[in-house]
């Protein structure tokens, strides 16, 4: 017998000696193997091909020159970075709490709405499905002076005078804020029905039994019990008030970020410096900074999430 022979005859005797749990894991394996290696290509190997640049300095028309950690002291010294640093956690502490508060409300009644229940989800769900850049230039425009601004008319015809908006550096951001909160509502009013229909409606027959009122059986039963709803909503929510930059772009495409940039955030700041100004290496600083800032607010949240 020969050799490939001998080592064929080992191997179907190896496969044949294996138990039908153990032949299913290989076969999983297997499958599984061809979307993690595309996983780890598309998704791991960009990461640490950003660490390594943000130690670099590359400009697209030179070659990347190790520079050690010059480029996170010039972002540490940038005041900038500081101002799009304090925008983008004013995107989180302000957007997050009100679309979950909104949303909340609003699927909590809805829940309970018998007719035409199916179109008015429908109805709720369409702004997140519409581009960002349809609905910013939509948005720019109900917030024009008299008499092209939708809400300054409205407003002029209470005899309340005029409201800059996005000329403004004081009301830009909450004006960009509002169609971010709004586009996003839908998904989680989906989500947040998807987790009241999950609770038991025998849970809720036997508080009304025991006579708890419904602000009582919000608090001890539907909140409880909505939990790990809240904590997804709560991580997904953060990471993409994080990442702002469609409406942000789009709302003021003569200034973006502006005025004075008042509205920029940090994934804004990072396309400019890449490329506008093709300085790659402290771009890439940029993007590490933001990937640990992610990282970092998601941890905690899950932690205090899990210990309550």
Known sequence: MTAVAQREAASGGLWSRMSLGQKQVIWAWGFLAVPLVFYVVIRFWPTFQAF????????????????????????AADPLFWQVFRNTFLYL?????ISLLISFVVAYYLDRVRFMHSLIRALYFLPFLT??????????WFYQPVPIGVINDILASFGIPQQPFLRSTSQALPAVLAPAVWAGLGFQIIIFLAGLRA??????????????SEGAILRKITLPLLKPTLVFLVVFSSIGFLRIFDQVYNINTNDPGGPLNSTKPLVLMIYQTAFSSYEMGYAAAQTVVLFLILLVISLVQLRLMRDR
């Open 131 to 140: 581009t960002a850049a349809a609905m910013a230039w939509v948005w720019r």
């Open 93 to 97: 502490i302000l957007g997050t709490p």
């Open 199 to 212: 609770i038991p409606v025998t849970y809720y027959e036997a508080a009304r039994i025991d006579g708890l």
């Open 52 to 75: 390594y640049l943000s130690v670099t300095d590359w400009t697209i028309t030179k070659p990347a020159a190790f520079v050690g950690l010059e480029n996170y002291k010039r972002l």
